[in-house]
């Protein structure tokens, strides 16, 4: 299994901005045939849908993040991203990046802690 490696997380005082990056450690063509996706799990909460990006570039986001986050991928680098702005407290937690193969199989990273207060 070809491993997920995130990284960028930290603490952050609200208001803040963060910039998570994924690497899915794939070839440029085969990663352009993946679909990728930021979870996260929150304190108290089930894991969630933060953002996802298919591989034909479709774009969904969860409602809690709407207007604040935005994911992009660089080829090149086998990479997304999860640029967040005006970060709060409830955006604290673990966020996991996963890959979806075109034959439906799905595989996790170990996840980057996200803090968020004052």
């Known amino acids: 299994q070809v491993p997920i490696v995130e990284s960028g997380g930290g603490l952050v005082q609200p208001g803040g901005s963060l910039n998570l990056s994924c690497s899915a450690s794939?070839?440029?063509?085969?990663?352009?045939?993946?679909?990728m996706a930021w979870y996260r799990q929150t304190p108290g909460k089930e894991r969630e849908l933060v953002a996802r990006?298919?591989?034909?570039?479709?774009?969904e986001y969860g409602d809690a993040v709407k207007g604040r986050f935005t994911i992009s991928r660089d080829n090149s680098k086998s990479t997304v991203y999860l640029q967040m702005h005006n970060l709060k407290p409830d955006d604290t937690g673990v966020y996991y990046c996963?890959?979806?193969?075109?034959?439906?199989?799905?595989?996790w990273g170990q996840g980057t802690q996200v803090a968020v207060t004052a």
């Open positions: 794939e070839s440029e063509l085969y990663f352009t045939y993946l679909t």
């Open positions: 996963n890959k979806e193969r075109p034959n439906g199989n799905v595989y």
């Open positions: 990006m298919s591989r034909e570039g479709s774009i």
